[in-house]
């Protein structure tokens, strides 16, 4: 290990729960936790902004595009455009992401994530929501041309006590996930 990081990966964690306390944002808690340990061992910092749909308010929930929405906002969806890697993560709601989530990346510029890598999260009641992950949002970082990780992670209510994840497989996959691809996040870090 080295003894000081020397380069910086910036990631951005979009978080499409509507709740403040989410099992989504447990997993993608534990995902970050987990790059943090992968990179840190190639002497990479992680710098993370975190990006909560349900706290952007009326003036994101109320925008048809980017004209005229609050700074803050705007500033959340710099913070995206610009990482090195994104976290995508979405509770399952009637086979697909929440709401909030998809009119988020609405408003992303359609070629800011073109190249990106972006790690695609997903939680719901049971394992069959999985298929969320192949189906609906693969295809919709697809449209951003970003480069979705090899590697998507479910976890399903059975995985948590409240928020915390406890299934060893899932801390597994998604070891798995961000090992596979660490030498290519590690290209992407820029000089701390």
């Known amino acids: 290990m080295r003894?000081?990081?020397?380069?910086?990966?910036?990631?951005?964690?979009?978080?499409?729960?509507?709740?403040?306390?989410?099992?989504?944002?447990?997993?993608?808690?534990?995902?970050?936790?987990?790059?943090?340990?992968?990179?840190?061992?190639?002497?990479?910092?992680?710098?993370?902004?975190?990006?909560?749909?349900?706290?952007?308010?009326?003036?994101?929930?109320?925008?048809l595009d980017r004209e005229g929405i609050e700074p803050s906002v705007e500033t959340a969806l710099r913070d995206v455009e610009n990482a090195d890697l994104v976290i995508a993560a979405t509770p399952v709601f009637r086979g697909s992401y929440t709401g909030m989530f998809k009119h988020f990346f609405d408003l992303v510029d359609q070629y800011a994530l073109a190249n990106t890598p972006v790690l695609l999260l997903a939680t719901g009641g049971g394992d069959h929501h999985a298929l969320v992950l192949e189906h609906v949002l693969r295809p919709l970082f697809g449209f951003f041309q970003a480069m979705t990780l090899p590697v998507a992670v479910f976890a399903s209510s059975g995985d948590f006590d409240g928020t915390v994840l406890l299934n060893p497989r899932v801390y597994g996959r998604v070891e798995l996930a961000i090992a596979d691809v660490a030498s290519v996040l590690e290209e992407r870090a820029s000089p701390a």
């Open 3 to 63: 003894d000081s990081p020397t380069r910086t990966l910036r990631v951005a964690v979009v978080n499409g729960s509507p709740s403040e306390k989410s099992k989504t944002m447990g997993l993608a808690d534990v995902a970050l936790q987990t790059l943090r340990d992968v990179l840190g061992r190639r002497g990479i910092r992680v710098a993370d902004t975190r990006v909560d749909v349900y706290r952007l308010g009326a003036g994101f929930t109320g925008a």
